[in-house]
């Protein structure tokens, strides 16, 4: 009746069926090894991102590491300064001079060494971002904006703002009713 190669349409769909079933766990394998090599590679490149954070955070940490120690200083330093104007308007050649000097000195290659480096403000255009501006003087004779006094000197370490410089800074006479008409 039926010839081997006969094959009733029930068993050809069962066959089919087994066939295909046959392949897709081969294909839902091969899937779900991509799957866990992509998870794998993401974790690879998660970690060797945390490693690159975690080394520039601990080199920022020691470099920074001694600014809270560096505000606390200038505080003392501020006071030295002012010990050293009173002696030098009592006499530039007297010892106390001279050693407050040599320790004003050693100060200043202490922070040098440090990292710590001065804002230079005196004549220069006042920046919000380094000086803080305590009062303004008319001036004509300077660009509006200069700074014309430092009340308190202010500091950085290598490229971070410990303390902004105090500063009195030139402005122009505003415009009166008059000038304007």
Not at 33 to 52: C, H, P
């Given at each position: 009746m039926n010839e081997p190669n006969d094959i009733p349409a029930e068993e050809v769909d069962a066959?089919?069926?087994?066939?295909?079933?046959?392949?897709?766990?081969?294909?839902?394998?091969?899937?779900?090894?991509?799957?866990?090599?992509?998870?794998?590679?993401?974790?690879?490149?998660?970690?060797?991102?945390?490693?690159?954070?975690?080394?520039?955070?601990?080199?920022?940490?020691?470099?920074?590491?001694?600014?809270?120690?560096?505000?606390?200083?200038?505080?003392?330093?501020?006071?030295?300064?002012?010990?050293?104007?009173?002696?030098?308007?009592?006499?530039?050649?007297?010892?106390?001079?001279?050693?407050?000097?040599?320790?004003?000195?050693?100060?200043?290659?202490?922070l040098r060494d440090m990292g710590v480096m001065e804002i230079e403000a005196l004549g220069k255009p006042f920046d919000p971002n380094l000086h803080e501006a305590l009062s303004q003087e008319v001036r004509t004779d300077l660009p509006e904006g200069t700074i014309l006094r430092v009340s308190r000197r202010g500091y950085k370490l290598k490229d971070r703002l410990l303390r902004a410089a105090s500063v009195v800074v030139s402005s122009h006479a505003p415009a009166t009713a008059e000038t304007a008409a």
């Open positions: 066959a089919s069926v087994a066939e295909t079933t046959a392949l897709d766990p081969l294909e839902a394998a091969l899937a779900e090894v991509t799957q866990w090599k992509d998870l794998a590679y993401r974790n690879a490149a998660e970690l060797d991102n945390f490693r690159k954070r975690a080394t520039r955070e601990s080199q920022e940490a020691r470099a920074y590491a001694n600014a809270d120690l560096m505000r606390s200083l200038f505080p003392i330093l501020d006071n030295f300064e002012m010990g050293l104007e009173a002696a030098r308007a009592e006499s530039e050649k007297s010892m106390i001079f001279m050693g407050m000097s040599m320790v004003q000195r050693q100060i200043a290659d202490f």
